[in-house]
């Protein structure tokens, strides 16, 4: 605790990385107010009710779900999760149905590797080396996340490895075309949804495999919902509706905020909204952040991941007839810019959460990024509608015919895309992920911390490579530590610095 008397905090942005920033600094002992723009907390983490079902816009996979992992423990004092959230994890990170030629990427490597071979045994070889650095990236995972100690050394160790092996560094799309079959071929290319980067897929499959991620029952609304009474619980100043409209800045610092109006002085701020709406509306583009202007000027070699979605309601004994998730190879069609030949189906039967007397929900996921939130912007409001509904209409059709057992039987129930999005939280381009750094960027990361105004600080998905809930946990738990750091002990710190100078 501080011996002088509280300084106060002031968090913008009631997301993931807000409410992870603001439930550190609490927990430290600072005076905290979060002011966020909508009605309740979670930004783009959020589930809601429609006509009585109940959609999550969020969790397709939840890391950290290990526990004794450091995600796990972060979520546990946020109050995310605790020991009697049941996580979901069929063994199974993702079925792959191309024309009735089914593969999986099981939890179980061996038994996936053994599929595959039986099905292509001329892609033998690279089926080895793709299984075989997923099992190294799966000893890795355990091990970085778990012991402390290590962690650097592995990292190392890690950069290494990944950059020997061939391709891995590239896009999926490059990389499928190692394998000659296309069933296969379809699984590197969709294998993640939203990252055209072999990498991240291969991690993500490696931290499933090592039982880190899952599905938490009852999604992102009750995740939320716990977070929120825990902020309460710690004394936070939680004020929803109110949109932060500027930061005002004095002789290079952070004096106060303007929200409806009105002004209040806070002794530090941290922005947990988007950077780039940040930069532009909250600091009126006054300053400049190196990181995150180059990457806005060169989003095209890092591009961010964002969706087109449309839920439906279905009899749950008839949606259970499906594998979650699974991704169905479809006659190509344009969603935004892309022309897709790939769709994601998720089911939810397995949470009783998303019942509704005998139906149950289902996600149709399309993958966009920056290219279809432009097109899409370029449309009229009238534009837009029509061409939203025919996709959702298209959407509905290609499952039906794909699963005739339910044909007719489908009800839409909502659907959104990057301009919905971007609407909900102003995340440039509308993304649900950050940048995905390429080879051509490097892979560096923001310190959190501006340097032309020194005591205003970022916490949010985009201080780091890829982003989701684990990059803006990480990111609000480091700026909080940096934040502590600055009070606890100004006078060590700037010696300190000094003496690194010399
Ligand atoms: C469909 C979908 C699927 C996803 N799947 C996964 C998944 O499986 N796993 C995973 O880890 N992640 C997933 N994500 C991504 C994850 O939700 C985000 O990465 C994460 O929630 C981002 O958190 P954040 O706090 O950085 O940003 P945001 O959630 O964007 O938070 C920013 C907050 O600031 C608020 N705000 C904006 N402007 C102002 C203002 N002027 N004043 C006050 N408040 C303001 C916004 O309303 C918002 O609440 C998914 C997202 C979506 C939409």
């Not at 355990?142 to 160790?157: A, G, P, V």
Request: glycine share 8%; aromatic share 12%.
């Amino acid at each position: 605790m501080l011996s002088m008397e509280k300084k106060s905090i002031c968090v913008i942005g009631g997301g993931i990385g807000g409410i992870t920033t603001a439930n550190k600094l609490l927990r430290y002992g600072y005076k905290v107010s979060l002011y966020e723009k909508n009605p309740y907390l979670g930004g783009l983490c959020s589930g809601y009710s429609v006509d009585g079902y109940h959609i999550d816009a969020c969790f397709h996979w939840l890391m950290g779900a290990k526990k004794n992992t450091k995600i796990y423990k972060v979520w546990k004092d946020l109050g995310g999760l605790n020991n009697s959230v049941q996580i979901f994890h069929s063994g199974t990170f993702l079925t792959i149905d191309n024309n009735g030629e089914i593969i999986h990427l099981y939890a179980d490597l061996d038994k996936s590797r053994d599929e595959w071979t039986k099905l292509s045994p001329n892609d033998e070889v690279n089926i080895r080396r793709f299984f075989g650095t997923v099992e190294k990236l799966k000893i890795f995972w355990d091990y970085s996340q778990t012991n402390k100690k290590k962690r650097r050394e592995l990292l190392q160790l890690f950069s290494e490895i990944s950059m020997k092996i061939k391709g891995v560094q590239g896009s999926r799309d490059d990389f499928s075309k190692c394998f000659g079959n296309e069933t296969i071929r379809l699984a590197i290319r969709y294998g993640l949804t939203g990252y055209n980067n072999t990498l991240f897929f291969m991690i993500a499959y490696a931290a499933y495999s090592a039982g880190d991620s899952g599905v938490p029952f009852g999604g992102a609304e009750e995740i939320i919902k716990r977070v929120h009474d825990k902020l309460i619980n710690l004394g936070c100043d939680i004020h929803l509706n109110e949109p932060v409209d500027e930061i005002v800045v004095a002789d290079g610092k952070a004096v106060g905020i303007v929200s409806n109006g009105k002004f209040t002085q806070y002794d530090t701020i941290v922005s947990c909204v988007d950077p780039n709406f940040t930069i532009k509306e909250l600091l009126k583009n006054k300053y400049k952040i190196k990181f995150f202007n180059k990457l806005k000027k060169n989003v095209k070699d890092n591009p961010v991941s964002s969706c087109f979605v449309t839920y439906l309601a279905a009899n749950k004994k008839l949606l259970e007839n499906i594998e979650v998730p699974t991704i169905i190879n479809i006659d190509p069609i344009n969603v935004g810019k892309k022309n897709m030949d790939a769709m994601l189906v998720r089911p939810y039967y397995f949470d009783p959460y998303f019942d509704k007397g005998k139906d149950s929900v289902v996600s149709l996921f399309f993958d966009q990024n920056q290219d279809d939130y432009n097109f899409y912007k370029k449309m009229s409001d009238a534009e837009y509608h029509k061409y939203k509904n025919n996709l959702i209409k298209e959407s509905q059709k290609i499952f039906e015919n794909r699963y005739p057992f339910l044909k007719g039987k489908t009800k839409v129930l909502t659907s959104f895309g990057p301009l919905e999005l971007y609407k909900q939280t102003y995340t440039s381009f509308g993304a649900i992920q950050s940048y995905s750094f390429t080879e051509e960027s490097g892979f560096k990361s923001f310190s959190g911390k501006s340097k032309a105004i020194s005591n205003l600080y970022f916490a949010t998905q985009w201080n780091k490579s890829v982003g989701g809930t684990p990059t803006a946990i990480q990111s609000g738990v480091k700026v909080a530590k940096k934040i502590n750091r600055s009070y606890k002990n100004p006078i060590k710190r700037i010696a300190k610095k000094l003496s690194f100078k010399d």
